[in-house]
């Protein structure tokens, strides 16, 4: 009995892995129709100064919604884009309907805000990066300086391409796009690689401005990352406030610029640039 018991079990997750298997292909399939069906959207969530409130850039974040799913969340659907190649492609398109965004905002007078691009490894890889991105700015009409590209360093890390990569982003640094490490103090040996890595910008995670509110050492942390960065020359960005107690606490450790829900979440351009007619 037991062994029929155990076989039956490995039935069941035999199914449910076929299952798992299916629905990510059916899904890959449904993405790579996405762009011809105008399922892809670009949001834009503004990136705002502590010491003067304006809005220093934007982020852009893709959306995708599909008849049959609904919205589905980029947690779930970037990762399929990574191991398809499908990143290369529709990053293309995200990095030039960015930089098309950054016209409109200087078209609307904000001449020094920038647009922040979050860059895979895949797309980093990619032998035409560096003129795919020349291409978009050239195409659009904007300076490089208009433009910031976000990287994660567990990105770059797991690499076999991290020097190449990193020279890629050296070369356009060199031009004037500005570079974030994300998602900072999620990956590891974050200290050491922050002295090699060509970036301008950290981005604090999330998950440090939550802990925030458990008071304790977690404010020590928070304050050291930051006076870290700065002292390293760094701008530093926190992600994800949504509260007024950690904006607080956040201007207290002199953190230069906040994003999150407490100032807006992430929309549509047309909205964005509504909101901030100058
Ligand atoms: P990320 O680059 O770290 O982006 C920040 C995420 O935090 C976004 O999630 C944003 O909507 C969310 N967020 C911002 N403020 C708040 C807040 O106050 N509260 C909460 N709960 N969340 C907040 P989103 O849009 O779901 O994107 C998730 C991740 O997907 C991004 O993390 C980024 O790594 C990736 N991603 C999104 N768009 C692109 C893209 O165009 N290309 C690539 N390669 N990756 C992208
Ligand atoms: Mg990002
Ligand atoms: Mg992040
Ligand atoms: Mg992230």
Redesign the pocket.
């Known amino acids: 009995v037991a062994k029929n018991a155990g076989k039956n079990v490995y039935r069941f997750f035999e199914e449910a892995m076929q299952e798992d298997i299916i629905e990510k292909l059916s899904m890959e399939r449904s993405l790579r129709e996405a762009m011809g069906k105008d399922e892809l959207q ?2 834009f ?1 503004p990136i705002v100064s502590l010491s003067t409130g304006e809005i220093g850039g934007y ?4 959306r995708w919604h599909n008849l049959q799913r609904g919205m589905v ?3 779930r659907f ?1 990762p399929l884009m990574e191991e398809s190649g499908l ?1 290369v492609p529709i ?1 293309a398109w ?1 990095m030039r309907t960015a930089c098309a965004f950054a016209r409109k905002l200087m078209d609307r007078g904000c001449l020094d805000s920038y647009v922040a ?4 490894v895949k ?1 980093l890889i990619n032998g035409d990066f560096v003129s795919m991105v020349k291409a978009a700015l050239a195409e659009a009409g904007v300076p490089p300086t208009a433009l910031e590209l ?1 990287i ?1 360093e567990t990105i770059l890390m797991d690499s076999e391409f991290f020097d190449d990569n990193v020279a890629k982003l050296r070369e356009l640094k060199a031009t004037g796009v500005r570079i974030a490490l ?2 900072f103090g999620t990956g590891y040996s974050s200290l050491t690689y922050l002295k090699q890595l060509p970036i301008d910008i950290v ?1 604090i ?2 998950s440090f401005v939550d802990d925030l509110a458990a008071g304790g050492k977690n404010k020590l942390i928070m304050g050291s990352i930051i006076a870290l960065a700065h002292n390293l020359g760094l701008t530093v960005v926190a ?4 509260t007024e107690a950690q904006r607080d606490l956040l201007r207290e450790f002199q953190c230069d610029f906040i ?4 100032i807006s ?2 929309a549509p351009a047309a909205e964005m640039l509504e909101f901030n007619t100058v």
Request: overall charge negative; hydrophobic content about 30%.
């Open positions: 670009l949001h969530q982020e852009a974040l893709l969340s980029p947690g970037i990143i990053g995200v691009v979050n860059v895979s797309q976000e994660t994300d998602d981005k995670d999330k992600e994800g406030v949504e994003q999150g829900y407490i979440r992430p």
